[in-house]
């Protein structure tokens, strides 16, 4: 064998280093030509397989190739980041080999460079096995992918028409041009330049004319993009046979429609379920051109057309897509609906989509409830709010950091709110205990300590803006213990320091409102929880975050208060002695500044000479710890995160205040007996909270889900899958015996795509509201009053579903 190691070297690389395990069976091989008509006219196989979980820098591959007789050569060849040539000659009999490579780029190449590597094997008798391309990529990126969405290869055009060309062009390196090159009748080439901000994925139209005088033939297509550092990835390319007008007798053909699904990345699709402004996708191709396409939706088969439209084209288009937004009269849900799509050509002749078997298609759907939009630029959103006031949804991304804006009234996006690093929570600031919002939210931008305030009256867009980013405090645990010195043999006191991490999670608003009113005398309390870090010392690993509260109405107005009772640190339900040992705590408020600092909880306080002794392990919880907040803005429900059992649940009661003795006891706290009650009652893993609008009652949702009261005493459970954790009341819940009883409701996520309704007084499921793909997030109730309809919001796979519905749900119980 043979091997030439000759590198094309490209940008500075270097030659790849070859690993190849070849075991070799040797036979005798004749070389010679024959020209007997009995020879060997079976080509060899060849196979290029990309190896992944590799450093960034390497480049692993393997060929196989395999012949029924022998083979004769491999020629492998790799350009683009990586330049590098490989031949081998066998000169004995191999029928079957496999060769792995491993190729070296410089660390200098940026990550998502292009490899394009080509092989092809020839066996003895001279036959060969064609080229296999592999397309890959550095630094573990996918490969750029470029290609023609439509029109599909094979159709026809006519000189004289036109064709409308899709390209859908991806790359980690961002999108910076698009575009294709022809050749046969019709040779030009074409591109879009896209600026900053550059997409990382994107799709394109572009019209190729063909000319009256233009030869008839194959006409071929080829995409092509251009990344950000300028370098240009090809796509495979497609062919239309070109026509005269004589040639051409033609029936239109549907040959692509999608029913509820988007057609970007090729998605397309025959959703069964869909909502009552789906989207209809239809694509047509006919070498006459299409004058018209359209759909119809009946709710029988034949019967009467409950909604149609129509697309009037030019006819000059031989291939023409256009997309509908249905509009469905159904207000009953589910219902069963029957659709079906049509084009017409220039000449006037119209069909319908057809089956395989050449009988029209009709297509049965199911019509649920909601509108399910996806986030206009990607993302993942973590808390959701909606605001009566603005009658409009907003969305944390963390991933974007910024606030999405969802507006009910033309179930349409509107321009973000731009925030701090990684928003999580969000809460609105508290008007008064009626449950009245006020024009500003709160966000909490977990990758920062900070709490971002967003005026909904500000702004150009109209969407609000951030005008201010409150900056928490730095709170630090400490705890004194007696030791017995080792040197002296007297008790020594030891204080251990704790310093958590102060980022913001989950938020809830409360507020103290002498009169009712949050606004004037009233205080806005912040409940929240933090997201843990590495860097936190032990016992508390990087799963243990902590719970406070945040007095900003005089943390503002001090700018960096020294009162007491602008922070408080949620230690009393760790308020106890384990076994024999014994740790006094001390709480110390570090302002934002870093200089400032006031004792919220002392080691012995001077006038009653008292201390607190906490179990020390129960001072942090779990990550992701869950918050919520009342209606109307008295009371927050706490859930403790994590796939954990014995997980456990606090209430804060912003009216109960501080002890008039015990200044730094926190008497709206849930004591440590309520919680081991809670422990002992459910014996849970969380996934979820949610509160009434009083605060009287509280959902958990677990293996089921467990409603507890003010107190945390169990009243009872419903039977909700263990795999969702989306829940919320009914906006104008009340308690047990809420009135009327169309509130005495709690809406859950289901496993399949449903929300499920449960009665909190009887604890059955007493109904459900199909929609269109399982809820894999938080869920958001509310009461819309401009249409007296209930809102209900939840995060599914595709994106947010935002469901408008009557309030006119009942219970079956008594």
Known sequence: MHIDLTGVLRRGLTVAAVAASITLAFAACNDSVSIDPQRDRTPPTLSLTALGGRADTVIAFTTQASDNLGLKTIHVQAVGAVGFVYDTVFTSAVTDI??????????????GTPVIVTATAIDGAGNTSGIDTLRLATGNLPPPEVRILSPFSGSSAVVGKSILVTVMGKTALKVSALGLFTTGPVVLTDSVLFSSPLADSITMQDTVAIPLNAAPGTLTLTPFLRDSLGQRAVGPSITITVQTPAQVNSVPVVNQYCIGNSLFDNACGHAKRVEVTD?????????SGISQLGYEVRSTPGGPI????????????????????????????????????????????????????????????????????????????????????KDRLYLTNIAKNQVEVFNLADSSFKAPVIVGSRPWG?????????????????????????????????????????????????????????????????????????????????????????GGSCTGAGEVVLTYSTTPTPGQPGPFSSRNGTLRWENLTRGFAAGGSLDRHTSHYFYEQAVGQLGARGDTLEIVRYDANGIDSVIIVPFIDPVTLTSTVVRIQELAFRDTTFVRNSGNFRRSVF????????SRALLYDVDRGFDPTYWWIDKGVSPSADVTDFIANTSATMKGVAINFDGTLSAIRAD???????????????????????????????????FPTTTRLLFAASSEPLIEIYDTNCYLKVGSIPIKDPIIGPIKAAYRVSTGQLVLVGATARGVVIAQLPNTFTTTCP
């Open 306 to 389: 409950d909604d149609t439209q129509t697309f009037l084209a030019t006819g000059q288009l031989t291939f023409q897509p256009h997309r509908f937004s249905m509009n469905l009269p159904y207000t009953t849900f589910p219902t069963i609906a029957y659709i079906q799509v049509f084009a017409q050509n220039s000449n006037g002749v119209r069909a319908y989509a057809k089956l395989s078997n050449g009988v029209d298609r009709i297509d049965t759907v199911t019509v649920v409830a909601g509108v399910t939009r996806p986030l206009p630029f990607g993302g993942q959103v973590a808390d959701a709010l909606y605001h009566s006031g």
């Open 426 to 514: 969000i809460a609105v600031w508290p008007r008064d205990r009626a449950g009245t919002m006020g024009d500003t939210l709160l966000v909490a931008n977990s990758g920062g300590t900070q709490i971002s305030y967003i005026d909904l009256n500000a702004g150009l867009s109209g969407s609000g803006a951030e005008v201010y980013r409150y900056l928490l405090p730095n709170i630090i645990v400490y705890t004194i213990t007696t030791q017995t010195s080792g040197t002296s043999g007297l008790p020594i006191r030891v204080r251990t320091k704790y310093d958590f991490s102060d980022r913001p999670q989950y938020i809830g608003a409360t507020c103290i409102a002498p």
């Open 704 to 738: 089921s889900t467990y409603l507890l009261n003010s107190a945390l005493r169990l009243m009872g459970g419903l039977g909700t899958t263990a795999s969702n954790a989306g829940l919320d009341f009914h906006p104008q819940n009340t308690g047990i015996n809420s």
């Open 98 to 111: 496999q060769l792995p490579f491993t190729l070296f780029s410089s660390r200098s190449v940026p990550p």
């Open 639 to 646: 859930g403790e995160g994590g796939s954990v059992i014995n």
């Open 279 to 287: 989207t209809v996708h239809v694509e047509a191709d006919d070498p």
